[in-house]
Every structure is written in structure tokens, then in C-alpha cells.
């Protein structure tokens, strides 16, 4: 499986993981501020943007060791331009999720809520 589809069936994976604890998906591969957001979602008064990360292997490190300082700041720069274009602004989140193909096709899945502060 070439890395686009590996990408996108972690997306899939993560999508439905959400939803079956409550989120409402509002947006999948959507841009903000000329950045690129997995996904979007609400739960209760906050939105939620999350970064997916997906690894067929362990062989080069864990999916969210991936989620590197400039990649933060990105999603932090995305995040702040949907808040601004909306009144009043919304309180929100950035959470990463990874996900991981085992040996054996299990599938390990980690969310990290809160992963992107609002300063470094």
C-alpha cells in the first residue's frame, strides 16, 4: 500500500473512532490559512482539529514522533485562522491521533487531545 492510502485509511480509521465516542465530523482534509487539516470535528461547545498520523511499521519510530515543531505551528496557524473568520470565537482544541498497523494486522490507536498547545 503506497503512503497516500496508508494516509487515508488512517483517516478513515480515526474518523470512525471518533464518532463512536461522540464527535460530529464537520471536515475532513479541509484548509485553513493555507494549511491542511485532517480533520474537524465538534464535541460539546468545542472544536476540535485533529492531526492523523498513520505508520505501516515501527521501523522508522512511532506515527505521532512525526508531528514535529514546525508541523505544530502550522496546525496552530490553521486553527487560528478558523477562529478569527467566526464570531464569537469558538474555544477549541488540536488533538493528534496515531495509528499504527501491527505484524499480525492489529491496529493500535493512540489519541493525544490537547497535543498542540497554543505555545511552545
Known amino acids: 500500500m503506497d503512503r497516500a492510502a496508508l494516509g487515508k485509511l488512517g483517516e478513515e ?4 473512532y471518533l464518532e463512536n465516542r461522540g464527535y460530529v465530523i464537520t ?3 479541509v484548509r485553513f490559512g493555507g494549511v491542511e487539516i485532517d480533520l ?3 464535541q460539546g461547545d468545542e472544536v476540535v482539529f485533529i492531526e492523523v498520523k498513520t505508520r505501516a511499521c515501527e521501523r522508522f519510530g512511532q506515527p505521532e514522533e512525526s508531528v514535529t515543531a514546525g508541523k505544530r505551528q502550522r496546525l ?3 486553527a487560528y485562522s478558523f477562529v478569527a473568520a ?4 469558538p474555544r477549541f ?3 493528534v491521533i496515531a495509528v499504527l498497523f501491527g505484524p499480525t494486522d492489529k491496529i493500535r490507536l493512540r489519541h493525544y487531545r490537547n497535543a498542540v498547545g497554543e505555545e511552545e
Do not use: F, H, K, S
Open 40 to 42: 474537524v470535528a465538534e
Open 93 to 95: 482544541r488540536i488533538d
Open 27 to 29: 471536515g475532513r482534509r
Open 13 to 16: 480509521i480515526a474518523l470512525r
Open 76 to 78: 496552530r496557524q490553521a
Open 86 to 89: 467566526r464570531r464569537p470565537a
